[in-house]
């Protein structure tokens, strides 16, 4: 387990009410591929109602549970605490659930889905390689003008302007996921090989500022297709998608 303090002012919203607003949280890597953000418990302006123990954690030691309320607005369960932990960090601190609360803010812009790793980087290059995109045998895209998106501890994706992409092989899927670098994506599924594959497909129709040069562009799970970069089939990636 890591602990890092952050030089951010970090605030979270529950009901439109503030629930805790700091300028010195830690970040605390509780799993390997993001933070999550503690709080000093002086700077929770919500009231913390005692529930009960929680679980036990090998690095952190006994949790207790607390209920969150502020103004009328409540999470059960919501923050936790590790009073008596190992740690020495920890023991002044509180875990606010990030779903529990309605929103998040570093500094004065909003955040989602987790806090952001300082140690995350996402480059976007515009590239003239050929990059082609087959399904069971179906080329589903091709183009000479790919976007490349590196993201630190992700495989290369290649985003291919929607132009270059047989969209008549695309259905549109109901499936929504969110990224705390990208922003929104939007999935499709593809009719190849005589069967739907399920959310093959995604893009961003509004991605955040940093990912902005996606835009509308469609990108395909490595880990599920064949890709053929410049002629060269490409080693399928394992990860946890």
Not at 172 to 183: A, F, I, L, R
Request: hydrophobic content about 35%; charged content about 30%.
């Amino acid at each position: 387990m890591k602990i890092e303090q952050s030089a951010k002012r970090v605030r979270a919203y529950l009901g439109g009410r503030l629930v805790a607003d700091t300028v010195r949280p830690s970040l605390v890597w509780e799993i390997p591929y993001y933070p999550t953000y503690y709080f000093p418990v002086a700077d929770v302006r919500a009231d913390l109602v005692p529930d009960g123990p929680g679980e036990h954690s090998p690095a952190r030691g006994d949790a207790s549970v607390h209920t969150v309320k502020v103004d009328g607005a409540t999470a059960p369960g919501a923050a936790v605490r590790y009073e008596d932990s190992p740690v020495e960090e920890l023991r002044g601190l509180v875990r606010i659930d990030w779903d529990a609360m309605d929103a998040w803010f570093e500094e004065d812009e909003e955040v989602f889905v987790h806090p952001r790793s300082p140690y995350a980087r996402i480059d976007i290059l515009a590239s003239s390689r050929n990059v082609r995109i087959e399904v069971e045998g179906v080329t589903v895209a091709e183009s000479s003008s790919p976007r490349l998106l590196f993201e630190t501890g992700l495989p290369v994706r290649y985003y291919l302007p929607k132009t270059h992409v047989r969209m008549d092989l695309l259905e549109p899927s109901d499936t929504v996921t969110g990224c705390p670098y990208k922003g929104r994506a939007e999935y499709w599924s593809i009719r190849a090989g005589g069967r739907v594959h399920q959310d093959l497909a995604w893009s961003y129709s509004a991605p955040l500022e940093e990912s902005r040069q996606v835009t509308g562009l469609v990108c395909f799970y490595d880990e599920k297709v064949d890709v053929f970069v410049d002629g060269v089939r490409q080693e399928r990636p394992k990860t946890k998608f």
